[in-house]
């Protein structure tokens, strides 16, 4: 898959448009329906979306992500994309509806196809909706595709359900929703080595700043070493100094320090807490280790 951050000239594309934030079961209809399209007609698919959310540019403050920028390109890639765009939003945010559709992703696309969400809307003050995408498929001749919501237990998939489900503790939710484990990646770092003096030794990682917060607690979770259990927070038995997230992996004792992990969630245990000793929190992470599925 390539990936562009400005406009190129690459015809007779099917293409995608969204900003897919999480690339969960919803958005993966759109664009696996961009995928076959393209390939029925022996064509190449492009997803057309933006750097950043466009809540970015219009209240200046950015959402909490589900994924990182990197980690939503390699489940895109996933899908048998060719041509990722990821463009600014602030340089086509005055666009209409008209403007956008002819002057972007005409000029520049002559798409074949054009397959979004239900709900979709673009242009300046959301002009653009599916309806306007409808009316003018004939115009501009392309097919046009609304993927209807997916849903689980008669609740559409969004990202916002999804954001909602992770801020509270219910993984197991947003994980059928997304269609994967949520995952944190990142570096391994030293921390104050407490836990190995009580036998749980941890591989201790920043938690992204720009993803969405989970509740401080302690989670059952997965990684490329093995089972394990992680707390998310701030450490209140041992005086912890800002959040991390501590892994304590299962049967493993190897020096990983400086190496990526990634820690996919299976289910919140319990919320984090403060005991007494040491001992006392001994023995709740040995309570807490045979809740793991």
């Known amino acids: 898959m ?11 594309l099917s293409i995608a448009l969204g900003y897919f934030d999480g690339v969960h079961l919803g958005h993966r ?23 950043d959310h466009p809540c970015c540019f219009f209240y200046g403050v950015c959402p909490k992500y589900i994924l990182t920028r990197k980690e939503r390109e390699n489940k895109i890639k996933e899908l048998g994309v060719d041509y990722l765009y990821e463009l600014d939003f602030e340089s086509i945010s005055g666009l209409t509806a008209e403007e ?3 002057d972007i992703l005409v000029k520049h696309f002559k798409p074949i196809a054009i397959s979004t969400g239900y709900n979709h809307n673009f242009g300046y003050k959301k002009s653009g909706n599916i309806n306007y995408l409808i009316e003018q498929s004939k115009k501009f001749d392309y097919k046009y595709f609304a993927i209807p919501p ?3 237990n008669n609740e559409i998939i969004s990202s916002t359900a999804i954001r909602n489900s992770l801020s509270k503790g219910n993984i197991e939710k947003a994980n059928s929703m997304l269609g994967y484990k949520f995952f944190i990646t990142g570096t391994i770092i030293k921390g104050k080595q407490i836990g190995r003096t009580i036998g749980f030794r941890t591989a201790n990682i920043k938690y992204p700043s720009e993803l969405i917060d989970l509740p401080f607690g302690v989670y ?3 990684t490329e070493y093995g089972k394990g259990i992680a707390n998310f927070g701030i450490r209140p ?7 991390l997230l501590e892994v304590h992996i299962l049967n493993f004792e190897q ?4 190496k990526n992990i990634t820690v ?16 006392e929190l001994k023995k709740q992470i040995q309570k807490d280790i045979l809740s793991i599925d």
């Not at 390539?2 to 007779?12: G, R, V």
């Not at 209809?29 to 750097?51: D, G, L, M, P, R």
């Not at 020096?255 to 400086?258: A, R």
């Open 220 to 222: 059952s979770v997965d």
């Open 255 to 258: 020096d990983i320090y400086d």
């Open 29 to 51: 209809a759109v664009i696996e329906n961009t995928v076959k399209f393209a390939q029925e007609y022996n064509t190449k698919s492009a997803v057309i979306t933006f750097k």
């Open 264 to 279: 996919k969630f299976n289910k919140m245990i319990r919320p984090e807490k403060k005991f007494a000793s040491l001992e």
């Open 100 to 102: 956008y559709l002819r």
């Open 237 to 243: 038995t041992v005086n912890g100094k800002g959040t």
């Open 150 to 152: 997916q849903k689980l």
């Open 2 to 12: 390539q990936i562009f951050n400005e406009l190129t000239k690459q015809d007779n």
